[in-house]
Nanobody, 125 residues
Framework: QVQLVESGGGLVQAGGSLRLSCAAS?????MGWFRQAPGKEREFVAA????????YYTDSVKGRFTISRDNAKNTVYLQMNSLKPEDTAVYYC?????????????????????WGQGTQVTVSA
């Protein structure tokens, strides 16, 4: 069992930046972030592979968000710049054991093996 501990959420004005962190208690194949706004389904944001560092983003955050990893700390980061009110959501760190890497898999929350507790990000207009 891998435990994920998130930090870094908060309140920021539109155009501002936040960095989320997710520390894992063990090593998995890939990690990433989903988010869920009130009344909406949980949606994929970004993912990264531990080996090689390949990344994948949903279109709405490309060019604004950057996912990265620190292998020594077993920690993944999500740097969020140029934040918009529509980015407001609870952000969930996640981890996968399997070695497959393709879009439909990465975007499916049902295929995630481990979840963090979630951290609130609120962007005011």
């Amino acid at each position: 069992q891998v435990q994920l501990v998130e930090s870094g959420g908060g309140l920021v004005q539109a155009g501002g930046s936040l960095r989320l962190s997710c520390a894992a208690s063990g090593r998995t194949y890939a990690m990433g972030w989903f988010r869920q706004a009130p009344g909406k389904e949980r949606e994929f944001v970004a993912a990264i592979r531990w080996s090689g560092g390949s990344t994948y983003y949903t279109d709405s955050v490309k060019g604004r968000f950057t996912i990265s990893r620190d292998n020594a700390k077993n920690t993944v980061y999500l740097q969020m710049n140029s934040l918009k009110p529509e980015d407001t959501a609870v952000y969930y760190c996640n981890a996968r054991r399997g070695s497959d890497w393709y879009a439909d898999l990465l975007r499916d929350p049902a295929k995630v093996d481990y979840w963090g507790q979630g951290t609130q990000v609120t962007v005011s207009a």
